[in-house]
C-alpha cells in the first residue's frame, strides 16, 4: 500500500452567472468488490469557485474522479444534474499532500454532457412520504 494524493480546482458558472452553493465531490473510483472512497466533498464559494484535495493508500494508482451536483438550466426536474471528470493520472502525487493540483478552468453548467446522470435525494422524498402519513 502507498499514499497517493489529487487535487483539482476551477471555477463552475451556470450562463454568465457564478454557479454559487453547487455541491461537489472527488472520488476514488474503484473497480471490482472494493467501495468506491469519498476523498472530500464541499461546496463552491460564491463566486462558484471551488478546490478540494485528498487521497488515499492503494496498491494500485487511484482512479480519481471529480463530481459535480447541480440544478443549471434543470429548474423544474426532481433531483441532480450529475456530471462526472475523470481527472488525469499525471496529477496523482506521492504521499498524503498533493503535490500538484488539476485545474479544470471555468466551467459553464449549461453544458449538456454526454454520459449526464441524476441524483435524486432519497432523503427528502423520506421526509415528504413521512409527512403524507402523518396526516392520515
Known sequence: MRDQSIAVKGR?????KPAANVRIK??????????????????TDSNGEFQ??????????????FKVYHDCDDKYLPGHRKVKFL?????ITQGKVPKKTFDLGVLNLETIFPKE????????RRRHHQKFFDEE
Open 12 to 16: 463552475l458558472l451556470c450562463g454568465d
Open 26 to 43: 472527488l472520488w476514488e473510483e474503484d473497480s471490482g468488490p472494493d467501495p468506491d472512497d469519498l476523498l472530500e466533498a464541499g461546496y
Open 52 to 65: 478540494l484535495s485528498g487521497g488515499e493508500a492503494e496498491l494500485t494508482p487511484i482512479d480519481p474522479i
Open 87 to 91: 481527472i488525469p493520472k499525471s496529477y
Open 117 to 124: 446522470e441524476r441524483e435524486l435525494i432519497v432523503s427528502r
